[in-house]
Protein backbone atom coordinates (compact mmCIF):
# COMPACT_ATOMS: atom_id res chain seq x y z
CA UNK A 1 0.00 0.00 0.00
CA UNK A 2 1.39 3.70 -0.97
CA UNK A 3 2.60 6.05 1.91
CA UNK A 4 1.69 9.72 1.68
CA UNK A 5 3.29 12.09 4.00
CA UNK A 6 0.43 13.24 6.05
CA UNK A 7 1.19 17.04 8.01
CA UNK A 8 0.23 16.08 11.62
CA UNK A 9 1.03 19.21 13.48
CA UNK A 10 2.86 22.22 13.61
CA UNK A 11 4.06 24.84 15.78
CA UNK A 12 6.14 28.35 15.67
CA UNK A 13 8.05 30.50 17.98
CA UNK A 14 8.57 34.03 17.77
CA UNK A 15 11.55 35.28 20.20
CA UNK A 16 10.70 38.27 22.69
CA UNK A 17 12.62 41.06 21.77
CA UNK A 18 10.79 43.31 19.66
CA UNK A 19 12.63 46.02 17.22
CA UNK A 20 9.58 48.21 15.83
CA UNK A 21 10.24 50.29 12.29
CA UNK A 22 10.60 53.07 14.72
CA UNK A 23 13.58 51.78 16.46
CA UNK A 24 15.19 51.75 13.12
CA UNK A 25 14.32 55.28 12.41
CA UNK A 26 15.96 56.35 15.55
CA UNK A 27 18.81 53.83 14.50
CA UNK A 28 19.75 55.31 11.15
CA UNK A 29 19.15 58.78 11.68
CA UNK A 30 21.46 59.32 8.37
CA UNK A 31 18.77 57.60 6.05
CA UNK A 32 15.57 59.43 7.09
CA UNK A 33 13.35 58.07 4.10
CA UNK A 34 14.62 54.59 4.04
CA UNK A 35 12.35 53.19 6.34
CA UNK A 36 9.14 54.70 5.27
CA UNK A 37 10.28 53.48 1.65
CA UNK A 38 10.76 49.66 3.13
CA UNK A 39 7.72 50.32 5.35
CA UNK A 40 5.47 51.21 2.70
CA UNK A 41 7.02 48.49 -0.37
CA UNK A 42 7.12 45.57 1.89
CA UNK A 43 4.32 45.76 4.61
CA UNK A 44 6.60 44.97 7.28
CA UNK A 45 6.02 47.14 10.58
CA UNK A 46 8.59 45.09 13.04
CA UNK A 47 10.61 42.35 13.63
CA UNK A 48 11.97 40.07 16.78
CA UNK A 49 15.05 38.92 18.17
CA UNK A 50 16.22 36.39 20.23
CA UNK A 51 18.53 36.80 22.93
CA UNK A 52 22.07 37.87 21.94
CA UNK A 53 23.81 34.49 23.73
CA UNK A 54 21.03 32.36 21.61
CA UNK A 55 22.06 30.21 18.39
CA UNK A 56 19.64 29.44 15.39
CA UNK A 57 19.00 25.81 17.13
CA UNK A 58 17.47 27.27 20.31
CA UNK A 59 15.08 29.06 18.05
CA UNK A 60 14.55 25.57 16.29
CA UNK A 61 14.13 24.31 19.72
CA UNK A 62 11.00 26.22 21.11
CA UNK A 63 9.21 25.68 17.40
CA UNK A 64 9.97 21.93 17.62
CA UNK A 65 8.87 21.33 21.06
CA UNK A 66 5.35 23.10 20.01
CA UNK A 67 4.90 20.91 17.15
CA UNK A 68 5.47 17.81 18.92
CA UNK A 69 3.33 18.43 21.78
CA UNK A 70 0.67 19.58 19.47
CA UNK A 71 1.16 16.07 17.43
CA UNK A 72 1.31 14.12 20.60
CA UNK A 73 4.46 12.72 20.18
CA UNK A 74 8.04 12.64 22.33
CA UNK A 75 11.51 13.28 20.84
CA UNK A 76 12.25 9.54 21.35
CA UNK A 77 9.69 8.72 18.68
CA UNK A 78 11.39 11.23 15.90
CA UNK A 79 12.90 9.11 13.26
CA UNK A 80 14.20 12.03 10.88
CA UNK A 81 14.68 15.86 11.99
CA UNK A 82 15.62 18.18 8.41
CA UNK A 83 15.91 21.62 9.40
CA UNK A 84 16.09 24.69 6.31
CA UNK A 85 18.81 27.40 6.84
CA UNK A 86 20.84 29.30 6.11
CA UNK A 87 21.75 31.03 9.08
CA UNK A 88 23.12 27.67 10.88
CA UNK A 89 24.76 27.66 14.14
CA UNK A 90 28.09 26.69 12.51
CA UNK A 91 29.20 25.81 8.85
CA UNK A 92 29.59 22.52 10.10
CA UNK A 93 28.23 20.47 11.77
CA UNK A 94 25.15 20.72 10.31
CA UNK A 95 22.39 22.17 12.44
CA UNK A 96 20.27 19.51 12.59
CA UNK A 97 22.55 17.46 14.86
CA UNK A 98 22.46 20.43 17.18
CA UNK A 99 19.29 20.78 17.52
CA UNK A 100 18.46 16.47 17.49
CA UNK A 101 21.06 16.69 20.89
CA UNK A 102 19.02 20.02 22.28
CA UNK A 103 15.84 18.15 21.37
CA UNK A 104 16.65 14.97 22.88
CA UNK A 105 15.38 13.26 20.00
CA UNK A 106 17.97 10.17 20.46
CA UNK A 107 16.51 8.02 18.12
CA UNK A 108 16.49 10.25 15.33
CA UNK A 109 18.69 10.86 11.83
CA UNK A 110 18.92 14.52 10.91
CA UNK A 111 20.43 16.76 7.55
CA UNK A 112 20.21 20.36 6.65
CA UNK A 113 18.50 21.85 4.28
CA UNK A 114 20.28 25.10 2.67
CA UNK A 115 18.35 26.24 0.14
CA UNK A 116 17.88 29.35 2.01
CA UNK A 117 13.90 30.52 2.28
CA UNK A 118 13.19 27.45 -0.34
CA UNK A 119 14.34 25.27 2.56
CA UNK A 120 10.97 24.79 4.24
CA UNK A 121 8.92 23.49 1.11
CA UNK A 122 11.82 21.60 0.23
CA UNK A 123 12.17 20.04 3.70
CA UNK A 124 8.03 19.37 3.75
CA UNK A 125 8.48 17.45 0.25
CA UNK A 126 11.40 15.65 1.00
CA UNK A 127 9.77 14.07 4.58
CA UNK A 128 6.81 12.58 2.20
CA UNK A 129 9.54 11.29 -0.21
CA UNK A 130 11.40 9.21 2.73
CA UNK A 131 7.92 8.36 4.09
CA UNK A 132 7.18 6.89 0.80
CA UNK A 133 10.14 5.22 0.79
CA UNK A 134 11.00 3.94 3.74
CA UNK A 135 8.51 1.33 5.70
CA UNK A 136 10.35 1.80 8.85
CA UNK A 137 9.91 5.75 9.40
CA UNK A 138 7.20 7.37 11.15
CA UNK A 139 7.81 10.30 12.08
CA UNK A 140 9.44 13.19 10.42
CA UNK A 141 9.89 16.69 11.90
CA UNK A 142 10.91 19.67 9.42
CA UNK A 143 11.90 23.04 11.07
CA UNK A 144 12.63 26.07 9.34
CA UNK A 145 14.52 28.38 11.26
CA UNK A 146 16.08 31.92 10.80
CA UNK A 147 18.73 34.22 12.98
CA UNK A 148 20.29 36.29 9.92
CA UNK A 149 20.01 39.41 11.80
CA UNK A 150 22.99 38.25 14.14
CA UNK A 151 25.31 37.95 10.73
CA UNK A 152 24.63 41.52 9.61
CA UNK A 153 26.25 44.20 10.48
CA UNK A 154 24.90 46.92 12.78
CA UNK A 155 25.67 49.50 10.61
CA UNK A 156 23.68 47.59 7.63
CA UNK A 157 20.34 49.22 6.75
CA UNK A 158 18.84 45.97 5.71
CA UNK A 159 18.44 44.80 9.11
CA UNK A 160 15.19 45.98 8.37
CA UNK A 161 14.27 42.76 6.85
CA UNK A 162 15.61 40.42 9.19
CA UNK A 163 13.45 38.90 12.20
CA UNK A 164 14.40 36.00 13.77
CA UNK A 165 12.10 32.88 14.54
CA UNK A 166 11.12 29.37 13.85
CA UNK A 167 8.60 27.11 12.39
CA UNK A 168 8.08 23.44 12.31
CA UNK A 169 5.77 20.72 11.06
CA UNK A 170 5.21 17.11 11.81
CA UNK A 171 4.98 14.77 8.89
CA UNK A 172 3.93 11.25 9.03
CA UNK A 173 2.89 8.62 6.53
CA UNK A 174 -0.58 8.54 5.56
CA UNK A 175 -2.43 6.15 3.20
CA UNK A 176 -4.29 9.10 1.39
CA UNK A 177 -2.39 11.89 -0.51
CA UNK A 178 -0.98 13.78 1.87
CA UNK A 179 1.42 15.22 -0.54
CA UNK A 180 0.24 15.95 -3.62
CA UNK A 181 3.52 16.65 -5.83
CA UNK A 182 6.54 19.50 -5.82
CA UNK A 183 8.44 21.58 -8.12
CA UNK A 184 11.58 23.77 -8.49
CA UNK A 185 13.67 26.51 -9.79
CA UNK A 186 16.59 27.97 -9.71
CA UNK A 187 18.81 30.86 -11.68
CA UNK A 188 22.76 30.13 -10.18
CA UNK A 189 23.15 33.07 -12.06
CA UNK A 190 22.22 35.31 -9.38
CA UNK A 191 24.52 33.54 -6.73
CA UNK A 192 26.63 36.72 -6.11
CA UNK A 193 23.52 39.06 -5.20
CA UNK A 194 23.07 38.59 -1.63
CA UNK A 195 25.07 36.55 0.63
CA UNK A 196 27.37 35.89 2.90
CA UNK A 197 31.14 35.66 0.96
CA UNK A 198 33.50 34.73 3.21
CA UNK A 199 33.96 31.99 5.64
CA UNK A 200 33.59 29.19 2.90
CA UNK A 201 35.75 27.28 0.53
CA UNK A 202 35.57 30.27 -1.94
CA UNK A 203 37.23 32.67 0.71
CA UNK A 204 38.21 31.06 4.11
CA UNK A 205 37.64 33.94 6.89
CA UNK A 206 40.77 36.06 7.52
CA UNK A 207 41.67 38.80 9.86
CA UNK A 208 41.23 40.66 6.68
CA UNK A 209 37.80 39.72 5.66
CA UNK A 210 36.51 40.18 9.13
CA UNK A 211 37.51 43.62 9.11
CA UNK A 212 36.06 44.46 5.67
CA UNK A 213 32.94 42.70 6.72
CA UNK A 214 32.41 40.21 4.32
CA UNK A 215 32.07 37.30 6.70
CA UNK A 216 28.52 39.08 7.28
CA UNK A 217 25.94 39.17 5.13
CA UNK A 218 25.03 41.95 2.84
CA UNK A 219 23.06 42.68 -0.36
CA UNK A 220 25.51 43.34 -3.25
CA UNK A 221 22.87 43.43 -6.14
CA UNK A 222 18.79 43.70 -5.98
CA UNK A 223 16.97 41.03 -7.65
CA UNK A 224 14.28 42.29 -9.81
CA UNK A 225 11.32 41.58 -8.80
CA UNK A 226 10.02 39.70 -11.54
CA UNK A 227 11.98 36.98 -10.15
CA UNK A 228 9.23 36.10 -8.00
CA UNK A 229 6.41 38.39 -9.68
CA UNK A 230 7.12 35.58 -12.14
CA UNK A 231 8.33 32.76 -10.71
CA UNK A 232 5.83 32.38 -8.42
CA UNK A 233 2.66 31.96 -10.95
CA UNK A 234 5.08 29.74 -12.68
CA UNK A 235 5.93 27.31 -9.42
CA UNK A 236 1.51 27.22 -8.65
CA UNK A 237 0.84 26.76 -12.04
CA UNK A 238 3.38 23.83 -12.67
CA UNK A 239 2.09 22.37 -9.38
CA UNK A 240 -1.54 22.52 -10.48
CA UNK A 241 -1.03 21.32 -13.78
CA UNK A 242 1.14 18.24 -12.66
CA UNK A 243 -0.62 17.74 -9.81
CA UNK A 244 -3.91 17.09 -11.20
CA UNK A 245 -5.59 20.00 -9.72
CA UNK A 246 -7.19 22.90 -10.86
CA UNK A 247 -5.93 26.67 -9.44
CA UNK A 248 -9.19 27.10 -7.59
CA UNK A 249 -9.24 24.51 -5.91
CA UNK A 250 -6.44 25.94 -3.84
CA UNK A 251 -7.77 26.97 -0.48
CA UNK A 252 -4.47 28.47 0.91
CA UNK A 253 -1.22 29.63 -0.78
CA UNK A 254 2.02 29.99 1.54
CA UNK A 255 4.54 32.33 -0.08
CA UNK A 256 7.79 33.65 1.49
CA UNK A 257 6.82 36.98 3.34
CA UNK A 258 8.93 39.25 2.44
CA UNK A 259 6.74 41.88 0.40
CA UNK A 260 3.10 41.90 0.57
CA UNK A 261 2.47 43.66 -2.55
CA UNK A 262 4.32 40.57 -4.34
CA UNK A 263 1.55 38.22 -3.00
CA UNK A 264 -1.36 40.74 -3.92
CA UNK A 265 0.44 41.08 -7.71
CA UNK A 266 0.87 37.28 -7.70
CA UNK A 267 -2.86 36.06 -6.14
CA UNK A 268 -4.17 38.67 -8.92
CA UNK A 269 -2.02 37.27 -11.62
CA UNK A 270 -3.29 33.73 -10.45
CA UNK A 271 -7.01 34.94 -10.63
CA UNK A 272 -7.25 33.37 -6.92
CA UNK A 273 -9.01 35.75 -3.83
CA UNK A 274 -6.44 37.61 -1.95
CA UNK A 275 -7.73 36.25 1.49
CA UNK A 276 -6.37 32.65 0.31
CA UNK A 277 -2.80 33.63 0.65
CA UNK A 278 -1.92 34.35 4.70
CA UNK A 279 0.52 36.93 5.55
CA UNK A 280 2.39 37.33 8.68
CA UNK A 281 5.83 39.86 7.78
CA UNK A 282 4.07 42.55 9.01
CA UNK A 283 4.06 41.70 12.65
CA UNK A 284 7.49 39.89 11.99
CA UNK A 285 9.43 40.77 9.77
CA UNK A 286 10.88 38.70 6.83
CA UNK A 287 12.05 35.51 8.56
CA UNK A 288 13.37 34.37 5.55
CA UNK A 289 13.74 30.11 6.11
CA UNK A 290 11.15 30.01 8.51
CA UNK A 291 8.77 32.36 7.45
CA UNK A 292 6.59 30.04 5.36
CA UNK A 293 6.31 27.50 8.32
CA UNK A 294 5.60 30.37 10.80
CA UNK A 295 2.93 31.46 8.39
CA UNK A 296 1.49 27.73 8.16
CA UNK A 297 1.29 27.80 11.73
CA UNK A 298 -0.57 30.85 11.94
CA UNK A 299 -2.85 29.95 9.66
CA UNK A 300 -3.63 26.86 11.15
CA UNK A 301 -4.21 28.96 14.22
CA UNK A 302 -6.44 31.14 12.33
CA UNK A 303 -8.50 28.02 11.00
CA UNK A 304 -7.18 28.49 7.68
CA UNK A 305 -6.29 25.02 7.31
CA UNK A 306 -8.94 22.20 7.57
CA UNK A 307 -9.63 18.93 6.78
CA UNK A 308 -10.16 18.27 3.00
CA UNK A 309 -8.03 21.96 2.21
CA UNK A 310 -5.61 21.82 -0.55
CA UNK A 311 -2.77 23.73 0.57
CA UNK A 312 0.14 25.33 -1.90
CA UNK A 313 3.63 26.43 -0.42
CA UNK A 314 5.86 28.58 -2.29
CA UNK A 315 9.52 29.51 -0.82
CA UNK A 316 11.94 31.77 -2.92
CA UNK A 317 15.47 32.15 -1.58
CA UNK A 318 18.80 33.68 -2.53
CA UNK A 319 21.04 31.55 -5.21
CA UNK A 320 18.34 32.06 -6.18
CA UNK A 321 16.35 28.82 -5.42
CA UNK A 322 12.95 28.24 -5.45
CA UNK A 323 10.68 25.46 -4.40
CA UNK A 324 6.95 24.40 -4.07
CA UNK A 325 5.17 21.80 -2.79
CA UNK A 326 0.96 20.60 -2.39
CA UNK A 327 -0.44 19.02 0.42
CA UNK A 328 -4.25 17.92 1.23
CA UNK A 329 -4.74 18.34 4.77
CA UNK A 330 -6.33 15.22 6.19
CA UNK A 331 -6.91 15.89 9.74
CA UNK A 332 -7.52 18.63 12.17
CA UNK A 333 -3.93 20.39 12.76
CA UNK A 334 -5.51 22.88 15.71
CA UNK A 335 -6.98 26.65 15.40
CA UNK A 336 -10.18 28.21 15.37
CA UNK A 337 -12.97 25.84 14.19
Not at 72 to 88: A, N, Y
Not at 213 to 223: D, K, S
Not at 257 to 273: C, H, N, T
Not at 312 to 323: D, E, I, K, L
Given at each position: MP?????????S????????????????????D???????S????R???????W?T?????????????????T?E???L????T??????????????Q????A?????????????S?P?G??????????????????????Y?????????????????????????????????????????G?Y?????????G???P????????G??????????????????????V??????G???L???????????R??S??????????????????????G???S?C??????DA??????????????????????????A???????????
Amino acid sequence: MPRYGQIVATGSYLPEIEVSNDDLRARFPELPDFVDKMEASTGILRRWYAPDDWATSDLALRAAERALERAGRTPEEVDLILVGTDSPDYVTPATSVVLQHKLGAVNAGTFDIGCACASFPTGLATAAGWLAANDSLGTVLVVGVYMMHKLAAHDDPMVFFYGDGAGAAVVEAGDEPGFINAATRADGSYHRYWGIYSGGTFEPASAESVAEGRTRVRLVERYPPEVNHEGWPLLVRRLAAEGGFELDEIDLVIFTQVRKPSIDLVMAELGLPRERAHTIMEQCGYTGSACTAMAFHDAVEHGKARPGDLVVFVGSGVGYNQAGCAFRIRQPLGGDA
